[in-house]
């Protein structure tokens, strides 16, 4: 079954630093990934996805991923992080289920930006 | 709507009670999902609708969750007996296209969630 593992659960950085916050997938095909941004009591916010057009996707709030079959990896960078990307960031795949596409989540990284 | 939009926000239910949650999801859309958000965890699914017909509710933890969208719009989550461990966000989210296995990468839209605390 398609599934995505995202290494840290927290992550820490300095304004001004880059952001890298790591996602793994599982897939036998090359699949749908997503990531999503959670904003404490809001719900999630698609930042970007990866349909296979392009193996680099931009996303929004200078956010971009890059896709690497090699690594069946999907990490999401920033070059500067910001104060206002503090938020939890959540990887996603989409999966073939009973003939219909579900969204399975990573466990989520916490992303703390320090002035 | 402009968004999904689910009610109530916040619930605090004593243990046994039931309660039920609510979505209405963007107008039109013919995809629902329901996910729940225990503390520090990613989102799971819960069931799955196309239009009124409930696909797939394989993520309902227990017997005692139900949900239903009767016409296919306005979504409802029923909790009944509720249990401490029930604590969680519960998430809707809705996507314009039916999630067939190739429709593509539909994205799905989420709405901010019902927090539900159970003591």
């Known amino acids: 079954a398609q599934s995505v593992t995202q290494l840290g659960s927290h992550v820490s950085v300095s304004e001004g630093a880059l952001v890298l916050l790591r996602c793994n997938y599982s897939s036998s095909v090359p699949p749908y990934l997503f990531w999503y941004v959670q904003y404490p009591n809001q719900g999630l916010q698609l930042l970007l996805k990866?349909?296979?057009?392009?193996?680099l996707v931009k996303g929004i709030n200078g956010f971009e991923a890059e896709f690497k079959k090699s690594e069946t990896s999907f990490h999401l960078t920033k070059p500067s992080a910001h104060m206002s990307d503090a938020a939890e960031y959540f990887c996603?795949?989409?999966?073939?289920?009973?003939?219909?596409?579900?969204?399975?989540f990573g466990t989520g990284t916490k992303l703390q930006v320090i002035p | 709507g402009a968004g999904v939009s689910q009610s109530p926000r916040y619930k605090v239910a004593k243990r046994g009670q039931d309660v039920a949650l609510r979505c209405d999801p963007i107008s039109g859309h013919v995809s629902l999902f329901w996910y729940q958000q225990a503390l520090g965890q990613g989102p799971e699914f819960l069931t799955y609708f196309q239009n009124e017909a409930q696909l797939d509710k394989s993520g309902l933890p227990s017997d005692r969750f139900f949900a239903e969208r009767p016409e296919g719009s306005v979504s409802t989550l029923k909790i009944q007996r509720t249990q401490q461990e029930d604590s969680a966000v519960y998430l809707c989210a809705s996507s314009p296209t039916r999630q067939g296995a190739y429709s593509g990468a539909n994205v799905l839209t989420f709405g901010a969630g019902s927090r539900l605390t159970v003591l």
């Open positions: 996603a795949v989409f999966r073939n289920s009973g003939g219909y596409q579900k969204v399975t």
């Open positions: 990866y349909t296979s057009a392009a193996t």
